[in-house]
């Protein structure tokens, strides 16, 4: 059912028109955007939430490669491990196909973690053992949760067309490491899996 639930909201998030605006959608774009034909952007033009969004997304998929690097090591449980694993392999793909698109669009992006990140980073360097794995897990549901929320925004709002179809192409992937670490959770826990707000939403829709 939950995974149902999720293939249901990444198709809502490409196909409604309410939820979705065309693909070089031109709202928020500046005066000097080239367009390839009336109200259509060209090719690696961007608008401000384009911009925006390489750079978050791009602090999100660093700190997934350092924190899963991290908790490959350190981690107690296998489930934990082979997550963490999965998380470096994922991400390292998706980080090398955005900076492919943030280079043609002349988007300049951060090589390194952030300092929120760093926060946690140097908070999980303290720990060992099930505390780790707790918290590691923990801080992966609260980044996928908002890294969800940040590619809908992009399929919704982005002027890019190639970066909307990253964005697109990433969500149900995203969903599926949600559900994962949430699944990892509970397993360490006891904490029930729980829908991300993200899908919730828009299952309250009619």
Known sequence: MYRH?????AGLIL???????????????????????????APHQTNNQDRLFA???TAGGLAEVELGNLASGKAKAD????????MVRDHKDANSKLKDLADAAKIPLQTGLDPDHQVVRDHLDKLNDNAFDVAYIKAQIVDH???????????SLGEDGEMQRLAASM?????????RAQEINGMLTGAAVRIPPVVAMKEQKP
């Not at 409604?16 to 952007?41: C, E, H, L, R, Y």
């Not at 489930?79 to 999965?86: L, N, P, R, S, T």
């Not at 969500?171 to 559900?179: E, G, I, S």
């Open 5 to 9: 639930r999720i293939i249901l909201f």
């Open 55 to 57: 750079q978050l997304i």
């Open 171 to 179: 969500l149900p992937t995203v969903l599926d490491h949600l559900r």
């Open 15 to 41: 196909l409604s028109g309410s939820a979705v605006a065309q693909i070089g959608n031109p709202a928020g774009m500046g005066v000097d955007t080239k367009m390839s034909k009336p109200g259509v952007p």
């Open 79 to 86: 489930a934990v491990k082979q997550f963490a694993e999965m």
């Open 145 to 155: 949760q908002k890294t969800a929320q940040l590619l809908a925004w992009e399929i």
